[in-house]
């Protein structure tokens, strides 16, 4: 019985830094959104956290489609 | 020679049956959370993931190959034991349906092909230190790795969103749990339609009509996605409320990182060479996501119940695999015993869920069904002392208040009193 424990290691690093990853930037850029909106009712404008928030969804875009890629390959 | 195309063709059906249950078993792993937070409506949400399946089991046939080439002896297997090990699958994917329990499709299969071979050829074809790596380990692992994912990145969302605008979160939460519920749906017709498709191709190769080592045919791709993709549209709604209502209540956020964890996880696992099974990891991906909020709770009498029942799928589906094993072996006469068995227990697990029927409409009602103990046990532990303190601050305004006079509203300070 032989029970490849790097493997199962390497599966539970990966999964926990990618998960906690993802969902913080994905917060991040809802977060900027919401303040940008915020600062949009007020009547100014918050471009920085405007661009910050759109950086943020598109690091979360480009993470979906490196999972399609796995999928796929 | 006739024989054997019949069975061959019982074989095939079967097996895209077990592909159909597989499907409706599996629905709740991508869209449960979708649906209990709202971010899809039920049928939407099971249109959307059964289409992903579809175009999932069109992608690559890369599991199908390993599955039909190389993982069981192709020199060894008969269609008969494939036919034992899918009726016992089967069976187990609709037992545990029928109680609302999700459980590992693949597992049930495993089970049903151990039974099967120690039916056929004895303990002997079964090797133990496998069935421990590749069973048992992740059945434990599976679950904890998702739900500390899921746990610590509920948490980091929850601290991290305090300040923003409720209506532009939960616009966001829906979009990103809709992304990685995709995901799931993906990689779950990847991986499941092609076990069917490589299932069928192995009992094609076993039967002598397909050469040794060849790919799936084109129409038994088309049917296994198919058959997913059908199964997946039903959706298998009493799952889907055991693991989007059943388990733990869900906000957005949690439905969020409960979906990412699972996508990341299943992705992980499948590409690090430690598969771990999907069911598994959504599960424990949501019930970390439940403790990852400040007062969330995990009924750990329904999660008890779901662990046995993972306890249980191997032995059960075995056990069914190796008795219908023993019984198709006997000749043509078995093999359409074994099938008509299955018929009638399918209906009648049928005629039992219409009893009591949980569809799209009655989803997310929750069921109000007796606390279990271990819910009770906390409960009982739980409550006093915030009773008891209440309490005793109702009789310290009753202390304070009435020696002084209060012409105004003398009615006021025993009202909590009365109420507690």
Redesign the interface.
């Known amino acids: 019985?032989?029970?490849?424990w790097a493997?199962?290691g390497?599966?539970?690093g990966?999964?926990?830094v990618?998960?906690?990853a993802?969902?913080?930037l994905?917060?991040?850029?809802?977060?900027g959104?919401?303040?940008q909106?915020?600062a949009a009712a007020q009547g100014g404008s918050a471009a920085l956290a405007r661009t910050g928030a759109y950086a943020c969804f598109a690091l979360?875009l480009a993470a979906?489609a490196y999972?399609?890629y796995?999928?796929?390959? | 020679m006739e024989h054997i195309t019949l069975l061959l063709a019982i074989v095939v059906v079967t097996a895209l049956v077990f592909d159909f249950t597989n499907g409706f078993h599996d629905t709740a792993n991508a869209m449960a959370t979708t649906i209990s937070t709202g971010a899809l409506k039920p049928k939407t949400a099971v249109a959307m993931s059964a289409v992903l399946n579809l175009v999932g089991a069109f992608l690559s046939v890369e599991v199908a190959k390993t599955i039909s080439k190389g993982l069981v002896n192709e020199e060894g297997i008969q269609p008969e034991v494939i036919l034992a090990a899918l009726v016992g699958a089967i069976l187990w994917n609709l037992v545990t349906w029928l109680v609302g329990l999700p459980s590992s499709s693949s597992h049930a299969l495993m089970g049903g092909l151990i039974g099967a071979t120690i039916a056929s050829i004895g303990v002997s074809g079964v090797n133990g230190g496998v069935v421990v790596s590749k069973v048992l380990i992740p059945a434990v692992a599976a679950p904890l790795v998702a739900g500390l994912a899921a746990m610590f990145a509920a948490r980091l969302t929850y601290r991290m969103d305090k300040n923003a605008d409720k209506k532009t979160t939960e616009k966001g939460y829906r979009a990103g749990q809709i992304a990685s519920a995709g995901l799931v749906s993906l990689a779950h017709g990847t991986n499941d339609a092609q076990k069917t498709m490589g299932i069928i191709t192995l009992a094609l190769v076993a039967g002598g009509v397909l050469a040794p080592g060849s790919n799936p045919p084109v129409w038994v791709i088309v049917s296994a996605g198919l058959a997913i993709a059908l199964g997946t549209y039903l959706g298998g709604w009493r799952i889907i409320r055991t693991m989007g209502k059943g388990l733990t209540d869900l906000q957005p956020q949690q439905g969020f990182a409960a979906q990412t964890s699972a996508a990341a996880v299943i992705l992980a696992s499948s590409n690090l060479g430690f598969s771990l099974s999907t069911t598994h990891s959504c599960s424990g991906a949501v019930m970390g996501a439940g403790l990852g909020r400040k007062g969330g709770v995990v009924r750990w009498s329904t999660a008890t119940r779901m662990f046995v029942a993972w306890g249980l799928t191997l032995p059960a589906a075995g056990l069914v695999g190796a008795g219908a094993e023993y019984v198709a072996r006997q000749g043509d006469w078995g093999v359409y015993t074994v099938a008509a068995f299955l018929v009638a227990s399918c209906l009648a697990i049928w005629v039992i869920s219409r009893r009591q029927v949980v569809d799209h409409t009655n989803v997310n009602d929750v069921e109000t069904e007796p606390a279990g103990v271990v819910t009770t046990a906390i409960a009982a532990v739980t409550p006093p002392p915030a009773a008891g303190s209440v309490a005793a601050v109702a009789d310290e305004d009753l202390k304070t208040t009435i020696p002084a006079p209060v012409p105004t509203d003398p009615a006021a300070p025993p009202a909590p009193a009365a109420a507690v």
Do not use: H, N, R, W
């Not at chain 1, 994905?26 to 977060?31: C, D, S």
């Open positions: 019985m032989k029970i490849d493997a199962l390497s599966v539970f990966v999964s926990l990618a998960t906690v993802l969902v913080g994905f917060t991040l850029g809802i977060v959104l919401s303040k909106e915020q979360c979906v999972g399609i796995l999928i796929v390959v």
